[in-house]
């Protein structure tokens, strides 16, 4: 009994073993622990949705706030409901909501939309951000973070104490017991759970946990990723809505599974991407990431991982440039605290981006001709040699920064570096006979 | 809209035609969770000093301020000296019964706090509901139990129910909990088996719907990465450790 009662868990890499294993066992019986979860939420009196897409998903949030009578709602940072576009859905329909995350409230002020899964606003400035408030605000502000983070205290308080609905996502539920886990370090996610009338998680149908036991693994796990942190500072189990006794708490609790393309990846070839725990730890390593920012991705998931939920979510023909933007350096696959093998899913899209003929044909061709290049030696050199030649009228400085016709496509963005006066074969050969 | 029954067909349908990438289990859950908690408890009745002191480190190392007195009799004076250093005057606190009994809040308001206790249970109606709030948004200090100390990440384990507002501990920009041996856990590991136990074949510390982990203040680096404290929940939290039990 003893040795059983200390037995801690596994640490390190075989602590991100049990994690993986567990969120595969888990998928393994999805049907069961999610028939698990729906059960216990509905006998603790809470209400579960099911959205096939986006669409529905939006219809379903916003029916709840317009039944009970909302014109405020408060959020608290969720992917999900980037995802759906919730916040157009909702201010189309009258009802204001605000971002209460830090970060999400000044990208919302900007109109923007998140640059990093778990800091959104990462590509401002405090000067930007006191910009923001100023225009909000209609006074001057000063461009300090510890005051311009006073002022949105003050802000959001209010709103916190006046919304009627608090809408969430969730990291994890607990099919076992029925609770939904929100993790937050601001502690916003437990004033969007306490104070509203109605609270609303949106979540992933994969982000179904089976036990108390299996949620503490996650848990020791996730901000060591995440933030560098050894827990977040705000760990949040909900349970359905406020019971019998207590004095505060929503009355109305609603749980909205999403599917979105998630649920066919459990047989798809991106099974494994419905690990994620959505830490960014992959964002923060991944070299394409920290030259091009979240934005450039386009899509509401950034980064490598965010290649793959983007194919997930929308398809492949959404990812046939960014199946591209990789190194395939593997630092996500290492960084990744569940193991997912990113770099091998990203060359699984690019294979099936090429067959199903995605990518547009002139890029198809030149890919061709270069695979037919550079798997044949004698070939490859009589094509740097030609191209030795070619380049004369293009390059500058040792660049080529301006190729005619629709090779300017390629430059418009970014040089190309010029064949070498001497290829490095071509000195090779020429070491090897001097040696001689 | 889809159906409960669509939603898992799907589901289904798909695990048929992959059921696993590879051989894997869930976590092994206790199999008599309570009688695995109350060994925990036990064992740690021996060794509670080492589990406090990892608890204090870890505790300060999240920015919490750590506070030791020996009785029950000397936790007035440590709030007491919290407010003055603060310029604070208004206290709202959990219901004597979930904290230290009702000879602190007497002992507080001697000292000239303003100390409003929470009901034992619900609010008798929306005004009541709704003058409470606004009398905890307007406190300076806000004072709680804690149901388990975790010495692994400095975290505090507040379970909300009857008696025991959630908001107590998250709208006033100072935390204040109280604390005694019988609430410190060494580990993550042992705080699921409290849970599992909780949930199962157990006693919980109250029936309410949220069990929230409280890992020093509230915190925020979404500016310029520039780690600023306070932003939403408390600005400050305190967890007085009181050496002689809480239950006299």
């Given at each position: 009994?003893?040795?059983?009662?200390?037995?801690?868990?596994?640490?390190?890499?075989?602590?991100?073993?049990?994690?993986?294993?567990?969120?595969?066992?888990?998928?393994?019986?999805?049907?069961?622990?999610?028939?698990?979860?729906?059960?216990?939420?509905?006998?603790?009196?809470?209400?579960?949705?099911?959205?096939?897409?986006?669409?529905?998903?939006?219809?379903?949030?916003?029916?709840?706030?317009?039944?009970?009578?909302?014109?405020?709602?408060?959020k608290s940072k969720s992917m999900a409901t980037e995802e759906i576009d919730l916040n157009?859905?909702?201010?189309?329909?009258?009802?204001?909501?605000?971002e209460t995350d830090l970060g999400e409230y000044i990208i919302q002020l900007a109109h923007e939309r998140p640059s990093h899964i778990i800091a959104p606003a990462i590509h401002k400035t405090k000067g930007q951000v006191?910009?923001l408030?100023?225009?909000?605000?209609?006074?001057?502000?000063?461009?300090?973070p510890?005051?311009l983070t006073?002022?949105a205290?003050?802000?959001?308080?209010?709103?916190?104490?006046?919304?009627?609905?608090?809408?969430t996502g969730a990291n994890?539920?607990?099919?076992?017991?029925?609770?939904?886990?929100l993790v937050t370090n601001e502690?916003n996610g437990?004033?969007?759970?306490?104070?509203?009338?109605?609270?609303?998680?949106?979540?992933g149908?994969?982000k179904?946990?089976?036990?108390?036991?299996?949620?503490?693994?996650?848990?020791?796990i996730l901000a060591k990723s995440a933030t560098g942190q050894?827990?977040s500072v705000y760990?949040?189990?909900?349970?359905?809505?406020?019971?019998?006794?207590?004095?505060?708490?929503?009355?109305?609790?609603?749980?909205?599974?999403?599917?979105?393309?998630?649920?066919?990846?459990?047989?798809?070839?991106?099974?494994?991407a419905?690990?994620c725990l959505r830490c960014g730890a992959c964002l923060n390593v991944c070299p394409v990431y920290r030259q091009i920012g979240g934005h450039a991705y386009g899509h509401t998931y950034p980064g490598p991982i965010g290649i793959l939920l983007t194919a997930m979510l929308e398809?492949?023909?959404?990812v046939?440039?960014l199946?591209?933007a990789s190194s395939?350096c593997?630092a996500c696959a290492d960084a990744c605290p569940v193991?997912i093998?990113i770099?091998?899913?990203l060359?699984?899209?690019?294979?099936?981006?090429?067959?199903?003929?995605?990518?547009?044909?002139?890029?198809?061709?030149?890919?061709?001709?270069?695979?037919?290049?550079?798997?044949?030696?004698?070939?490859?050199?009589?094509?740097?040699?030609?191209?030795?030649?070619?380049?004369?009228?293009?390059?500058?400085?040792?660049?080529?920064?301006?190729?005619?016709?629709?090779?300017?496509?390629?430059?418009?963005?970014?040089?190309?570096?010029?064949?070498?006066?001497?290829?490095?074969?071509?000195?090779?050969?020429?070491?090897?006979?001097?040696?001689? | 809209?889809?159906?409960?029954?669509?939603?898992?067909?799907?589901?289904?349908?798909?695990?048929?035609?992959?059921?696993?990438?590879?051989?894997?289990?869930?976590?092994?859950?206790?199999?008599?969770?309570?009688?695995?908690?109350?060994?925990?408890?036990?064992?740690?009745?021996?060794?509670?000093?080492?589990?406090?002191?990892?608890?204090?480190?870890?505790?300060?190392?999240?920015?919490?301020?750590?506070?030791?007195?020996?009785?029950?009799?000397?936790?007035?004076?440590?709030?007491?000296?919290?407010?003055?250093?603060?310029?604070?005057?208004?206290?709202?606190?959990?219901?004597?019964?979930?904290?230290?009994?009702?000879?602190?809040?007497?002992?507080?308001?001697?000292?000239?706090?303003?100390?409003?206790?929470?009901?034992?249970?619900?609010?008798?109606?929306?005004?009541?509901?709704?003058?409470?709030?606004?009398?905890?948004?307007?406190?300076?200090?806000?004072?709680?139990?804690?149901?388990?100390?975790?010495?692994?990440?400095?975290?505090?384990?507040?379970?909300?129910?009857?008696?025991?507002?959630?908001?107590?501990?998250?709208?006033?920009?100072?935390?204040?909990?109280?604390?005694?041996?019988?609430?410190?856990?060494?580990?993550?590991?042992?705080?699921?088996?409290?849970?599992?136990?909780?949930?199962?074949?157990?006693?919980?510390?109250?029936?309410?719907?949220?069990?929230?982990?409280?890992?020093?203040?509230?915190r925020t680096a979404d500016i310029e990465l520039t780690l600023t404290?306070?932003v939403h929940?408390?600005?400050?939290?305190?967890?007085?450790?009181?050496?002689?039990?809480?239950?006299?």
């Open positions: 009994m003893r040795r059983e009662a200390f037995a801690g868990f596994p640490e390190g890499e075989a602590l991100r073993d049990r994690a993986r294993a567990i969120k595969e066992a888990t998928l393994q019986r999805l049907d069961h622990h999610l028939e698990r979860l729906v059960g216990n939420i509905e006998r603790l009196g809470g209400h579960v949705h099911y959205a096939a897409n986006s669409e529905e998903a939006r219809r379903i949030v916003v029916d709840i706030a317009r039944r009970a009578g909302a014109r405020m709602a408060v157009e859905a909702l201010e189309r329909e009258g009802i204001t909501p605000v006191a910009e408030f100023e225009r909000e605000l209609k006074r001057p502000v000063e461009a300090d510890e005051e006073r002022i205290r003050a802000e959001l308080r209010q709103k916190f104490l006046q919304a009627d609905i608090g809408i994890f539920a607990v099919a076992e017991t029925g609770t939904v886990v502690g437990r004033m969007v759970t306490s104070l509203p009338r109605v609270h609303v998680a949106v979540m149908a994969e179904v946990v089976p036990s108390m036991t299996d949620l503490m693994v996650f848990l020791a050894k827990l760990t949040t189990l909900v349970r359905g809505p406020r019971r019998a006794g207590e004095l505060e708490g929503p009355e109305e609790f609603h749980l909205v599974l999403l599917d979105s393309g998630r649920i066919a990846q459990l047989g798809g070839p991106l099974r494994e419905l690990s398809g492949t023909q959404s046939k440039e199946a591209h395939l593997g193991r093998d770099p091998k899913m060359i699984e899209l690019r294979r099936e981006v090429d067959e199903r003929k995605i990518a547009p044909w002139i890029e198809r061709v030149t890919f061709k001709l270069l695979a037919r290049v550079l798997t044949r030696p004698a070939l490859y050199r009589l094509f740097a040699r030609v191209g030795r030649v070619l380049q004369r009228p293009f390059a500058r400085e040792g660049t080529i920064s301006h190729l005619p016709l629709f090779f300017g496509d390629w430059t418009r963005t970014r040089d190309l570096p010029p064949v070498a006066a001497r290829t490095f074969q071509e000195r090779w050969a020429a070491e090897r006979e001097r040696a001689r | 809209m889809t159906t409960r029954a669509e939603f898992f067909a799907k589901i289904r349908g798909e695990l048929q035609r992959k059921p696993a990438l590879f051989a894997a289990s869930t976590a092994a859950r206790p199999e008599y969770p309570a009688a695995q908690a109350d060994t925990i408890r036990r064992e740690l009745a021996e060794r509670w000093p080492a589990t406090l002191e990892a608890f204090r480190v870890e505790f300060e190392r999240v920015a919490g301020v750590f506070h030791r007195v020996a009785s029950l009799d000397d936790v007035a004076p440590a709030i007491d000296q919290i407010a003055r250093e603060r310029g604070a005057r208004d206290l709202v606190s959990w219901h004597p019964a979930s904290v230290a009994g009702d000879g602190l809040s007497r002992a507080l308001t001697a000292r000239g706090l303003g100390v409003h206790e929470m009901p034992a249970g619900e609010a008798a109606d929306g005004a009541e509901r709704a003058r409470l709030r606004a009398v905890t948004a307007r406190a300076d200090l806000g004072l709680t139990g804690v149901d388990l100390a975790i010495a692994e990440t400095g975290t505090l384990v507040l379970v909300s129910g009857a008696g025991r507002p959630r908001s107590t501990s998250l709208l006033p920009p100072c935390h204040i909990a109280l604390f005694d041996r019988t609430a410190l856990v060494e580990s993550l590991y042992q705080v699921g088996v409290f849970l599992e136990a909780w949930h199962g074949d157990g006693t919980p510390p109250a029936a309410g719907a949220v069990v929230n982990f409280i890992t020093g203040p509230s404290r306070g929940g408390p600005k400050e939290v305190h967890a007085i450790f009181v050496h002689g039990g809480l239950r006299g």
